[in-house]
């Protein structure tokens, strides 16, 4: 599905990741009152977040763990209320990039790497 709506952080389109799992939830604040009874305040409604993996080169792991490093990042994506793009201020947690074994001798990427993270929107 994502190789139809693919995304983009800032103005570059990333590659196809091998998952991609979209959570939306609602921030609210409950309080109690004097009588006991709770007092709830939405904050927030569609806070997404988005757990992902990608097995890449090693030019597309080096992108990825600058990204991680940034305080936040621009991104493109489809949304489904939408019907179209929407750009959300996300940034990445639980960067995570092992080497994929024996890929080394794949041609053209210095080796390939099987990157995970979770965007967490703003």
């Not at 196809?16 to 409604?45: C, F, H, K, L």
């Not at 994929?100 to 993270?117: A, H, Q």
């Amino acid at each position: 599905m994502l190789i139809d709506y693919p995304v983009k952080f800032g103005n570059e389109e990333i590659p196809e990741p091998e998952e991609w799992s979209e959570e939306s939830s609602v921030i609210e604040n409950v309080n109690q009152t004097e009588a006991g009874t709770d007092q709830i305040s939405v904050t927030r409604y569609d806070k997404l977040s988005v757990s992902c993996s990608f097995q890449c080169s090693h030019r597309w792991a080096s992108k990825f763990k600058v990204y991680s490093k940034a305080d936040s990042i621009s991104v493109q994506m489809y949304d489904i209320e939408l019907g179209g793009y929407k750009t959300r201020t996300m940034r990445i947690r639980s960067f995570k990039a092992d080497p994929v074994k024996d890929s080394r001798r794949t041609p053209n990427t210095n080796g390939l790497w099987k990157i995970s993270f979770y965007l967490e929107e703003f």
